[in-house]
């Protein structure tokens, strides 16, 4: 389903590239591939309250940053991640599952729609549930490994 445990050298310096770009720096040197998507599930909570917020408060342009970096979390990350050849069909109820996720954020943003930010928040919390639940490691939430 993910390709992170399978991470050439190379790719896995370009994922945390990727993770530091999104605003989620902290534990990425140390953290497990199970524990990088898990931060960037994290990451797109918080960009997404945030988001939430800059709409309640009119402020357009924290609104625009947020759901921007929630965009760039779900397309360079979480979406990044997925091994759609060998993942199967969850692989790929994910893949149509994330673009629908970026399409509402977008919509979000041009039409101020917090109805649209709840739904994609909404969408993706069972996917982080179950991440969490199959952690290898046996973490608990917000705990780093």
Known sequence: ??????LSHTASNVFAGTYRLVGVETGVPAASPHRLV???????NDAVA?????????DVQ?????ITRAVRIVD????ASLDVDSGGPLASDLLALYGYV???LTEANLHN???ALAECAALL???RSAWIAIDPAGGTVGEVQ
Do not use: H, I, S, Y
């Open 1 to 6: 389903m993910f390709a992170p445990a399978a």
């Open 38 to 44: 898990t931060m960037l599930f994290d990451g797109f």
């Open 50 to 58: 945030q988001a939430r917020n800059a709409l309640r408060q009119g």
């Open 62 to 66: 924290a609104k625009c940053m947020a």
């Open 76 to 79: 360079e990350g979480l979406k």
């Open 102 to 104: 970026t399409v509402r």
């Open 113 to 115: 729609d917090g109805n």
């Open 125 to 127: 919390e069972p996917v």
